[in-house]
């Protein structure tokens, strides 16, 4: 595997941090988008409510159904944006995007309630 670090990105504060709004949530359900090569609509649950979240991972898992039923992290405090006319409400937490890697979900080592925050 070839791949570098990047560097690390200018120092924060940790008031900045805790604008950050991170909790795990269960995957209900992942629905294909008519019209899209990337993205698909995840149903979570955050114990108090369910979201939607589109993430647009169609060509980094065979079978993104797979993740049915996991728990994951996801950032839930974004402005909700609409994408392919339907609207994401949060972000999936994952870790290898941002640096060409093939993405794997940010999950907790075990099972904890849904809703739980990270921080």
């Known amino acids: ?9 200018s120092p924060i504060t940790l008031a900045d941090l ?9 995957i209900v359900s992942v629905d294909d988008i ?3 090569d990337k993205l ?5 649950n955050f114990g108090d409510h369910q979201r939607t979240i ?12 797979e993740i049915e039923g996991k ?4 950032v839930i405090n974004l402005t909700p944006r609409k994408m392919m006319g339907q609207k994401s409400e949060g972000m999936l937490f994952d870790i290898g995007y941002a640096d060409g890697l093939t993405p794997v979900l940010a999950v907790p080592e075990r099972q904890i309630a849904d ?4 921080g």
Not at 20 to 25: A, N, P
Not at 40 to 44: A, S
Not at 115 to 118: F, I, N, Q
Request: proline share 4%; glycine share 8%; aromatic share 6%.
């Open 115 to 118: 809703g739980a925050r990270a």
């Open 54 to 65: 589109l993430a647009g991972m169609k060509q980094e898992r065979a079978n993104p159904k």
């Open 18 to 26: 805790e604008k950050i709004y991170i909790r795990v949530g269960t």
């Open 34 to 36: 008519a019209g899209s």
């Open 1 to 9: 595997m070839d791949f570098r670090v990047t560097p690390i990105k």
């Open 40 to 44: 698909v609509k995840l149903t979570v």
């Open 71 to 74: 728990q994951a992290l996801f």
